[in-house]
């Protein structure tokens, strides 16, 4: 039998472990995606069979998103000089895209003020380029205190160093690294939801 200064040691350790754990789910009714910037202009510069997967990723996660119910934003950095969002992806995204010059999403106002009126407190991560823009969006995230869940199959840069550098760094801050289907599946939580069988097909057409 458990003495009281035992239970309380116990109790605390679940509660630091549950601490710990936590920030490793989502759910659906605390989470947002951002697309950060898979703009025209900036794609010939990936490597292409690289940039498509990620493409592709991102699309399922979009559309994964909204058959949930999670809300998306997505945003394009200087549009004027980078182009807008891919059209591949631009047909998917449903909401405003938001324009920014500030690398990091969080630097601009307008994306500041959507974010804080979804009053959700995940956030996962897509776009590019992963070692700029999106790793500088996490690290505001962050900062803000929300959760971060970054998607490492849609991201990329245009080379592999920064990319893992991105990686790296961001775990180190304390977002989560992940990939689409997890996150599609953690969002989902149970076969028995009623948007399973059209989830796993988007996962499975990717």
């Known amino acids: 039998m ?11 350790e679940k509660s630091m472990i549950q601490d710990e ?9 605390k989470a947002i995606l951002v697309v950060v910037d898979v703009q025209q202009r900036l794609v010939p510069s990936m490597d292409p069979g690289i940039y498509d997967k990620v493409r592709r990723s991102i699309d399922c996660m979009v559309r994964g998103a909204e058959l949930l119910g ?9 549009p004027k000089g980078l182009g807008p969002t891919v059209p591949e992806l ?9 324009e920014k010059l500030s690398f990091g999403c969080c630097g601009e106002p307008t994306f500041r003020d959507h ?41 990329c840069s245009r080379g592999k160093t ?8 961001a775990t180190s801050a304390g977002a989560v690294v992940t990939t689409t289907e997890t996150a599609l599946f953690q969002l989902l939580r149970t076969a028995a939801a009623p ?10 057409g990717r």
């Open 90 to 98: 631009a047909a998917a995204l449903t909401g405003q895209v938001i």
């Open 115 to 155: 974010l804080r009126g979804l009053d959700r407190s995940q956030v996962i991560v897509t776009g590019m380029e992963a070692h700029v823009c999106v790793y500088q969006t996490v690290l505001g995230l962050l900062e803000a205190g929300y959760r971060v869940h970054l998607l490492r199959d849609a991201i």
């Open 70 to 78: 999670v809300p998306v934003l997505a945003t394009e950095q200087y």
């Open 21 to 29: 754990t936590g920030k490793f789910w989502l759910d659906r009714e």
């Open 195 to 204: 948007e399973f069988k059209a989830v796993s097909a988007l996962i499975k």
């Open 2 to 12: 458990w003495s009281r200064q035992e239970y309380r040691n116990l109790k605390g």
């Open 162 to 169: 920064d990319y893992l550098a991105a990686l790296q760094n």
